[in-house]
Structure formats: structure tokens, C-alpha cells
């Protein structure tokens, strides 16, 4: 069960928006690129100010709202026949950019090792590499989990409020993103799996 399967529901909640910013001249790719540009702006403030807790308060805040502009963006993309070939690098290079920058602040707070933080990382952008081949071999884009980008998203945001509340992480906390890193591993090994089996649907039809 990922939450990426709460998303048909989210987007009738914020399909009113969309129609509001597409009658004010606002694009897709618009709304790609500033979220893009405010998560790299966040993920900096974050990283220098690292050691001001109540500062992480703000990210599950960010994580929230980029959600529904990633939705949003979409859904003027669909809707109002506004996709494109540019519309579609730009999605898949803002997402990944935006998730590094959100994820690195981890890298200075304490008891986290930079090695994990780093993985983490790293693996994430493979998850989304794997999830995008689907779409390559004309399989379509795959959003597997158990460890997707909603789920990334709301498992960083919760460490930001344990952060932010305790101020001060407990040693134990350290084994968690080395932890997620395996799951990372297997949400990568789920997106290539379903892909080529229905591949190999395609080929037995």
C-alpha cells in the first residue's frame, strides 16, 4: 500500500485550484519550476541553519504544499491540454532535484550518518530512474512501492517534527534512513518487476 493511491481523491479536492489558475494564465510548467526553485531554496535554508530545530517544523509544511502543486501541475497539464515533450523533463528533473535538496539537510543533524543520508539519497533517484524506464520500454511510468515519493515525502516530514519537538535526536534514530535504504532497494526491485511483467504480457498477447 503506498499513499501515491490516495492521490484520485486528493486531485478532486484541488481540482477547483486548477481551474482558478488556468482561467489566470498560470501553466504547468510554470508551477513545475517554481516548486522546484522553492524546494532548492528550502533545502539550502535548511542545511545552514541545521542546527535551529524548530526550523524543520517547516517541512512537513513544504512537503505538504509541493505535493499539491505536483498534483496540480499535472492536472492543467491533462485537463487543459497543456502537456508536452519539455512539460514531461521538466516534471521528472524538478521532482528528482527537489527531492535531493529536501533530503541532504538530514546530512548535518545529528545522530544520522552522513553515509546514510548520502544512500538515501542516491537510491531515491534510482527508485524514480526505475519507475521512469517503465515508461521507456512503454510499460508506463511506475509509482511502486512500498517507498514512493508520497511516501518518501511523509516519512522525511515526520523526522522533521521528531527533530523540530525533541530538539535533540535519540542515538536509535541513527539506523533509520539505513533502514530505508533497504526498503529503497525493494521498491526499486517492485518497479522493474512489474515492469517487465507486463512486458511480458505485451509479448504473450
Known sequence: MSIY??????QKLLRP??????????TANQVTLFTCGVSILFGIVLSYFSTVPYLFYLLPLWLFLRMALNAIDGMLAREFYQQSAL????????????DIALYLPF???S???PESVFGFVLLSVIVEFCGVLGQIHGNGRRYDGPLGKSDRAFGVAVLG??????GELQLYFSSLFWVA????ILTAYN???????ISKENVDD
Do not use: T
Not at 5 to 10: D, E, I, N, V
Open 5 to 10: 493511491r490516495l492521490k484520485p481523491g486528493f
Open 17 to 26: 485550484l486548477v481551474g482558478y489558475l488556468e482561467k489566470r494564465g498560470i
Open 87 to 98: 512539460g514531461g523533463y521538466l516534471n521528472e528533473i524538478s521532482d528528482v532535484v527537489a
Open 107 to 109: 546530512v548535518f543533524v
Open 111 to 113: 545522530p544520522f550518518s
Open 161 to 166: 517534527v521528531a527533530y523540530a519537538y525533541f
Open 181 to 184: 535504504n533497504i526498503v529503497l
Open 191 to 197: 518497479r522493474v518487476k512489474q515492469g517487465l511483467s
